[in-house]
């Protein structure tokens, strides 16, 4: 399993590289503002985090971790497979929601 940081990565670098992709995809403007808002929540999960630390050994990192994994996991997959736009957003959503309190856990 990755790290806690690498996880945020994944989130957030799956997202850039697929984002131009993402938007065209979406056929409503409301699609299109959830969209950019979970790609902003993303990077902000990321860049929040960036040369700090987790406590790697903190039960709720490991079990947020390894959701956060199994998010990305699917992500990448419904990224890949683009399908109903709803169900990709959804798919983003819940891996920026576990990100969120992945990020939360952060050392400051």
């Given amino acids: 399993m990755q790290s806690a940081l690498q996880e945020l990565e994944t989130t957030y670098f799956t997202l850039q590289g697929q984002i ?3 938007t065209a995809a979406c056929t409503t403007d409301q699609q ?3 969209l950019i808002a979970e790609y902003v ?4 999960n ?3 985090c960036v040369n700090k630390a987790f406590h790697d050994d903190d039960p709720q990192v490991v079990s947020l971790t390894a959701q956060l994994d199994s998010a ?4 990448k997959t419904l990224v890949q497979q ?8 959804d798919g983003i959503t819940q891996a920026v929601t576990v990100g969120a309190s992945l990020a939360a856990k952060v050392i400051s």
Avoid: E
């Avoid at 929540?41 to 902000?44: D, E, P």
């Avoid at 683009?82 to 957003?89: Q, R």
């Fill in 20 to 22: 131009g992709m993402l």
């Fill in 82 to 89: 683009m399908g109903n736009i709803s169900k990709v957003i």
């Fill in 41 to 44: 929540a993303a990077r902000s």
């Fill in 46 to 48: 990321y860049w929040n």
């Fill in 32 to 34: 299109r503002s959830d």
């Fill in 72 to 75: 990305n996991t699917q992500l």
